[in-house]
């Protein structure tokens, strides 16, 4: 099956650092990826589409500057957290949709990568 | 905000089969009816999905009612695995600036019992 990859799979950092966390997929090619974040029993909330080769669209009320997404490829996408903060400190997940084969326009999903700002 | 509701928690006896609904009675035309679910500090897990017809897999069965406002979700024999929160999502399949995303709820928490 399709199978996406995220890294890393957990990262602590001090408060102002810049941390980048990478989505590959790697068996199928994903000329869209999302980027989602889940707080402690908390559901996801989407925060930004990322499609290869142009600009990601971000969700109402999610920094752009804050949270920089880059899709260089047709199989990774990378979401840098800059001068993080303890507030950032989160469950971060991607998903990347299948846009070729027999699993056409589906979504699978990341292990997620938890990140702690000290 | 997601557009579908659903239970908070229900419990399953292992070996049983567990029936988890979920109401979406605004749901337009193009958009499907999924179902992922995320086992604690895990990525979603694709389980199912469908139109207006019932669907099955290995994993599961999606029974959608025929107005498509509501769905149900059958593990036909739970095991302690499938304890999970489970997400009944629906998404736009063609058009429109959403086309894609998956929103999600809150979800049931499935716990399955010995």
């Known amino acids: 099956g399709a199978v996406v990859s995220q890294h890393p799979s957990r990262v602590i950092c001090k408060s102002g650092t810049s941390v980048k966390i990478e989505c590959r997929s790697l068996d199928f090619q994903a000329t869209t990826m999302f980027w989602y974040r889940q707080f402690p029993k908390k559901s996801l909330m989407l925060m930004a589409t990322s499609n290869e080769g142009s600009k990601a669209t971000y969700e109402q009320g999610v920094e752009k500057d804050k949270f920089l997404i880059n899709h260089a490829s047709l199989t990774l996408s990378t979401l840098t957290v800059t001068s993080a903060h303890p507030e950032d400190s989160s469950f971060y997940i991607c998903s990347a949709r299948n846009t070729s084969g027999i699993s056409y326009n589906e979504q699978f999903f990341g292990p997620g990568t938890r990140l702690t700002v000290l | 905000d997601a557009k579908t509701t659903q239970p908070p928690s229900m419990d399953c006896a292992e070996g049983r089969a567990a029936n988890l609904p979920c109401n979406h009675s605004?749901?337009?035309?193009?958009?499907?009816v999924y179902w992922y679910r995320q086992i604690h500090s895990q990525g979603p897990q694709y389980i199912i999905h469908g139109l207006k017809n019932n669907e099955t897999n290995e994993m599961a069965s999606l029974i959608i009612t025929e107005d498509r406002k509501s769905s149900t979700l059958i593990l036909p024999h739970a095991t302690l695995r499938d304890t999970a929160v489970y997400y009944c999502i629906v998404r736009v399949e063609f058009g429109g600036t959403s086309y894609g995303k998956l929103t999600f709820g809150q979800g049931t928490i499935l716990t399955v019992h010995p």
């Open positions: 605004t749901i337009s035309g193009n958009e499907y």
